[in-house]
């Protein structure tokens, strides 16, 4: 074994909080992401990247109109010079300002495979080539001539611009998205020519608000096109604050493909969708049998996009196939606005519209102060030259004597014709074919010009009204470029109201209608028939079972089950087994209690009303809408005392309620002598010494009083007959008319 080590002496070790020490670098890490990577600048709308990848095109001379450079070129400058990245992550920025279903305004024109909508990969970058578009011309216009500052790049070796002048309005005109530490930004893109008349409006109107400039700015406008289904509230409500969302879908058309038959043929989709994965979902879906409207999703795009959807029958309600399409595919998207942009270059901020606008307005119009001190600058400069040449004119043969002669000719024409350096220079670079008689005329006009510009500049310089209305023209110049006539600048997102569905009940939409007849047995065995069979004599039943109740309804259908311990169950008439066997017991398909029997069962129909009766006779009347139930557990509808049950289940339609108690006791009164309730015990219909309830309905008194006797023929007791049983609620009745059923029951 060797020797023990020795610790280290403490000398040179400074001992750091680890708490402190991981604030302080995670703070630094938190502010170059914010900062140099994930948000936009508000006054051009790039970040860093993007700049960084127009700058070094613009060093290249790739300008619009001039020949294409290879990519790899152009990463390798921008990696090289400015952006000490992988050179995957700078192409791929590249390839995404040049596709046009990526970018509103692309600001790279690319010549090869730069991926499409489908969501398939570009070339490689040694493969594609690419230069500047229009858009990006607009946005370095004037870098030449000092309109933004420089830093030194990462190395200091080159210079690059903190940010463009943007003479186009980059930031809402192409978006952005980027996720920094603690904060993300999110800006769907708009339509340039929009965002310049509202820039316009800013300007004539400086205390301008978000909802005014809404008259000109209506919502994104995306590459891909789409329609906009956002209340126009939530929308001014998103731009005001900055922050909300929009809800886009596919643009589609109903197309007759012949002999009565459809299809739906969608032509745009969602922006940021990739086709490939959306037509993949649907087919899932389709596999899954949760679109039962379509029988088929074909992808028949070419250049344009078409995909078609077959429709499962041609009965099926165009408007409803796309709604259920909607909610459960990517054909609905939702777009984030987080309008979180580095304020003046240099605070994380989330503005609203119109603080937006001001920031590029008031960067345009530094923009043009600068432009226009440089311009100043240079005028001076040549104004000044051009009096020292008009000088020498005046004695030619002695400037040529001085400069032939003397040994140092500058500083005797500067003594001799008291000149600055700058003239002297000028005099002596002066070429001999320029001493012509003509060059001087030349001089003086151009001498008069630039007198004349600079007086405009400095008037300029001094005026900020003047200032705004050349900003004005300016951004009336790209409107021209970019105007709803142009194929770039016109509108592709329209907007429309979503259908009203909340009355489309999509479980219902997705089941053909058919008509059935429903059959539910005295043992409570339930199961439909094709149609509306009239005839059930041969209907067969389990053992001892027989038919309890029958009726016509529709697959579509709900049913309303009504149990004797007061709880209201619904059924789906499309799930109900067919009519081949004896069907099956209702208590499988809901929660239903031991012990409790089926009382009735209804086909349900918006506003019908119910009349509940329990045994000891107090009853009320129900809102089939307020007793649906959409679970298995059922509703509670009606409060049970004891031994108590529902006894009758009625529907209640009629101006006058019968009742019959098992005393034989027949009772009649008006229907507005009862509650409406969505539940409980009810009030007291008849009054008995003793037995309880035995049939109850409602009817028209002008129709009479009409029940079926034992050989099912019906009687009916006309209005002026029923006059000895008419009274008023909770009284006894008396024994009912000759005819009346033995078993108390109205049939």
């Not at 043969?397 to 500083?411: G, H, S």
């Not at 053992?543 to 059924?571: M, Q, R, Y």
């Not at 006058?656 to 219909?685: C, D, T, W, Y």
């Not at 009274?727 to 049939?747: D, I, T």
């Amino acid at each position: 074994m060797g020797k023990p080590v020795n610790p280290p002496s403490g000398e040179g070790i400074e001992t750091i909080n680890l708490k402190d020490a991981l604030e302080e670098r995670y703070l630094a890490y938190a502010l170059s992401t914010i900062m140099h990577r994930a948000l936009p600048d508000a006054r051009d709308g790039l970040k860093p990247v993007h700049r960084r990848i127009l700058h070094a095109m613009r060093l290249l001379r790739l300008d619009p109109g001039t020949a294409y450079k290879k990519c790899a070129r152009i990463v390798g400058d921008v990696i090289g010079k400015f952006h000490p990245h992988g050179d995957q992550a700078a192409y791929d920025a590249l390839v995404r300002m040049a596709q046009d279903f990526a970018q509103r305004y692309p600001l790279v024109d690319g010549q090869g495979n730069f991926g499409n909508i489908d969501g398939d990969n570009p070339a490689a970058q040694r493969y594609t080539e690419a230069r500047m578009t229009e858009v990006a011309r607009l946005l370095l216009e004037g870098m030449e001539e000092d309109a933004v500052d420089f830093r030194p790049n990462y190395d200091g070796q080159e210079e690059e611009p903190v940010v463009l002048p943007a003479a186009f309005p980059n930031l809402l005109a192409n978006g952005s998205q980027g996720i920094a530490v603690g904060m993300a930004t999110s800006i769907p893109p708009h339509n340039a020519a929009e965002l310049c008349d509202a820039a316009l409006y800013v300007i004539s109107h400086p205390k301008a608000t978000t909802d005014q400039l809404l008259n000109f700015v209506q919502g994104p406008d995306f590459p891909t096109g789409g329609v906009i289904v956002e209340p126009r509230e939530a929308i001014a409500e998103a731009y005001r604050t900055g922050r909300g969302s929009f809800r886009v879908r596919a643009k589609w058309a109903q197309e007759n493909a012949g002999r009565g038959t459809w299809n739906i043929v969608i032509t745009e989709i969602p922006y940021g969708v990739p086709k490939s994965r959306l037509i993949e979902k649907m087919a899932e879906l389709l596999a899954e049998r949760k679109l039962p409207l379509i029988a088929d999703v074909r992808d028949e795009s070419a250049e344009d996009i078409r995909v078609v959807i077959e429709p499962r029958a041609r009965t099926v309600d165009p408007i409803v196939l796309m709604e259920s399409v909607f909610k459960l595919s990517e054909l609905e998207a939702r777009v984030p606005l987080n309008l979180n942009v580095l304020s003046e270059g240099k605070v994380p901020k989330v503005l609203g519209l119109a603080e937006c606008l001001k920031e590029w307005l008031d960067h345009r119009r530094e923009v043009l102060i600068r432009r226009s001190r440089h311009r100043l600058a240079q005028i001076d400069r040549r104004l000044e030259i051009l009096r020292g040449l008009l000088i020498i004119y005046l004695d030619l043969d002695r400037v040529i004597k001085i400069i032939r002669e003397k040994d140092e000719p500058k500083q005797e024409l500067m003594r001799v014709f008291k000149l600055s350096e700058l003239q002297a220079n000028a005099i002596l670079d002066t070429r001999l074919r320029s001493l012509r008689k003509l060059e001087e005329m030349e001089l003086k006009r151009e001498l008069q010009e630039l007198t004349s510009e600079k007086e405009q500049t400095e008037s300029l310089l001094a005026n900020p009204a003047t200032q705004w209305k050349t900003v004005a023209w300016q951004i009336r110049e790209v409107k021209k470029s970019f105007g709803p006539d142009t194929a770039l600048g016109k509108r592709r997102t329209v907007f429309q109201d979503a259908p009203d569905t909340s009355d489309l009940d999509f479980a219902e939409a997705m089941v053909e209608r058919e008509p059935i007849t429903v059959m539910v047995s005295q043992k409570g065995w339930i199961r439909s028939m094709k149609g509306h069979v009239a005839d059930l004599s041969g209907v067969q039943f389990k053992g001892d079972d027989a038919l309890k109740v029958s009726f016509f309804t529709e697959t579509t259908a709900k049913i309303l089950v009504v149990a004797s311990n007061g709880k209201v169950f619904t059924l789906e008439a499309s799930k109900l087994p067919g009519g081949r066997g004896f069907g099956d017991p209702i208590r499988l398909m809901v929660d239903f209690d031991e012990g409790a029997d089926i009382v009735a069962a209804y086909p349900y129909k918006p506003g019908m009303k119910l009349l509940l009766v329990s045994t000891e006779g107090r009853g009320f009347v129900a809102a089939a809408d307020e007793i649906v139930a959409n679970t298995r557990k059922g509703k509670n509808v009606m409060s049970l005392d004891g031994k108590a049950k529902l006894a009758v289940a009625a529907e209640g339609q009629g101006d006058h309620v019968a009742i019959v108690g098992e005393n034989r006791k027949l009772l009649i009164f008006p229907a507005s002598q009862l509650p409406e309730m969505a539940r409980g015990k009810g009030v007291r219909l008849q009054r008995y010494r003793d037995g309880g309830v035995s049939d109850a309905k409602t009817f028209r008194l002008d129709d009479g009083l009409t029940w079926k006797d034992s050989s099912g023929r019906t009687w009916t007791v006309a209005n002026g007959e029923l006059r000895d049983w008419i009274g008023n609620r909770a009284e006894a009745g008396r024994l009912p008319m000759k005819g009346f059923p033995k078993n108390n029951r109205f049939g």
